[in-house]
């Protein structure tokens, strides 16, 4: 399965620290996607990065992608207790017609 | 405000009765999606749709069925088929450009479905 698998399943931080979390894909993707899901809610889309794209940025968020390790992370900084929810990243192959969604990072900022 | 709207947000099945889940998008997207979320886990594929009248089978399609009549609406029905349907379902839009989808995909708030 291309299926992702995200690092680590759960992450409890206090409020102001870094939060870095990782996926890891198993073929060739044409870009990935992170999401994040507030408890009892839909996905809400944060950032996508495409293949040939090495880092990117978005207010706290920063995404880096390492194609040659099929890896991503997602990293946020200064965190905040609003920040709590759970994190998903999504692989589209180059194929295209399907997004892989990963297990999921649950995370916990503690104010 | 455009976006996607999931009906019921809870829903109870009795053993043996097919049930269908709503949803309806105004932001013109061509794709449309299912997702099953089982409690701590990723979304599971359950049909997708890129076009009016066009429908594909996803990872776990079994016991499910759906339709895609219109643009804006993807209704998704858990029939009795299906053994253990008590998980949260999600659905999602996106547009299609050319032939990869590079963009990305707006959610409803999900419907959860119990068993009675």
């Known amino acids: 399965s291309q299926q992702g698998e995200e690092d680590p399943q759960a992450l409890s931080i206090q409020e102001g620290e870094n939060a870095t979390m990782n996926c890891s894909y198993k073929?060739?993707?044409?870009?990935l996607q992170w999401y994040r899901q507030n408890s009892g809610r839909g996905l809400v889309h944060l950032i996508l990065i495409r293949s040939n794209e090495r880092e990117k940025h978005s207010g706290r968020l920063r995404v880096t992608l390492d194609t040659s390790k099929k890896s991503s992370s997602l990293l946020i900084t200064a965190s905040r207790a609003a920040d709590t929810a759970s994190y998903f990243c999504?692989?589209?192959?180059?194929?295209?017609?399907?997004?892989?969604f990963g297990t999921g990072t649950s995370l916990t900022v503690i104010p | 405000d455009g976006g996607i709207t999931q009906s019921p947000k809870y829903l109870f099945r009795k053993e043996g009765q097919n049930v269908t889940l709503s949803c309806e998008q105004n932001l013109n997207h061509d794709a449309m999606y299912w997702y099953r979320q089982d409690p701590g886990q990723g979304l599971r594929l359950i049909y997708y749709s890129q076009i009016v009248n066009d429908f594909q089978k996803g990872d776990i399609a079994e016991g499910y069925s759906v339709s895609r009549e219109k643009k804006e609406s993807f209704p998704l029905t858990v029939t009795s088929a299906q053994k253990n349907p008590t998980a949260f379902y999600l659905c999602?839009?996106?547009?299609?450009?050319?032939?990869?989808?590079?963009?990305?995909?707006?959610f409803g708030d999900g419907t959860r479905l119990s068993i009675l």
């Open positions: 999504a692989t589209v192959l180059h194929t295209g017609n399907q997004f892989y």
């Open positions: 073929t060739s993707i044409n870009n």
């Open positions: 999602a839009s996106s547009v299609v450009q050319g032939a990869v989808y590079n963009q990305p995909q707006h």
